[in-house]
C-alpha cells in the first residue's frame, strides 16, 4: 500500500513543516511588534525582520501543500532565506552601525540559535531529495 500524502506531511516533511510555521509566527509577531513600536529605531533591521516573515509564511504554506507548484514555491522560498541569511547575516557582522537592533537573520541568526542558516539549507536538501524521488518513481512506473 502506498502512501499518496505529499512528503511534506510525513516523516521528515512533517518536521520541516512544523519548524517554519514556528519561525513564520515568531517572525510574524516579532516584525509587526517592531514596526508598530519602534519603526523609527531601526527600520531596516525591522523590514528585514518583516520580510524574513513574508519568507517563512510563504515557505510553510508552500511546504505544508506539498503539489508540484507548491514544492517550487517551497523551493524559491528557501533560496531566498538563504541568501537573505547570508546576505543580511555578513551586513550585519561587517557594518553592525547599520543594525542598531537585531533580524531574524542578523549574525546569521544567532539570536535563534542559527536555526535561520540551517534551516534554508535542510529545505533545500529535502525539497533536492524529494524531486530525486520522484524522478525515479517517473522512470520506472
Known amino acids: 500500500m502506498t502512501d499518496d500524502r505529499p512528503a511534506t506531511r510525513r516523516g521528515p516533511g512533517r518536521l520541516l ?9 515568531a517572525a510574524t509577531s516579532r516584525a509587526v511588534f517592531q514596526l508598530a513600536t519602534q519603526f523609527d529605531e531601526a527600520p531596516l533591521a525591522y523590514l528585514l525582520s518583516a520580510l524574513a516573515a513574508v519568507v517563512y509564511v510563504v515557505a510553510t504554506v508552500a511546504l505544508a501543500r506539498g503539489g508540484r507548484t507548491s514544492v517550487r514555491v517551497a523551493t ?8 537573505g541569511v547570508l546576505a543580511v547575516g555578513t551586513l550585519s557582522v561587517l557594518r553592525p552601525e547599520d543594525f542598531p537592533d537585531a533580524t531574524v ?4 541568526g544567532a539570536g535563534y540559535g ?27 512506473p
Do not use: K, M, N
Open 114 to 140: 542559527f536555526v535561520p542558516l540551517v534551516l534554508p539549507v535542510l529545505g533545500l536538501l529535502f525539497l533536492r531529495s524529494r524531486r530525486v524521488r520522484e524522478d525515479q518513481h517517473a522512470d520506472h
Open 105 to 108: 537573520w542578523s549574525d546569521f
Open 76 to 83: 524559491i522560498s528557501c533560496t531566498v532565506e538563504l541568501v
Open 17 to 25: 513543516v512544523a519548524v517554519y510555521a514556528l519561525f513564520a509566527v
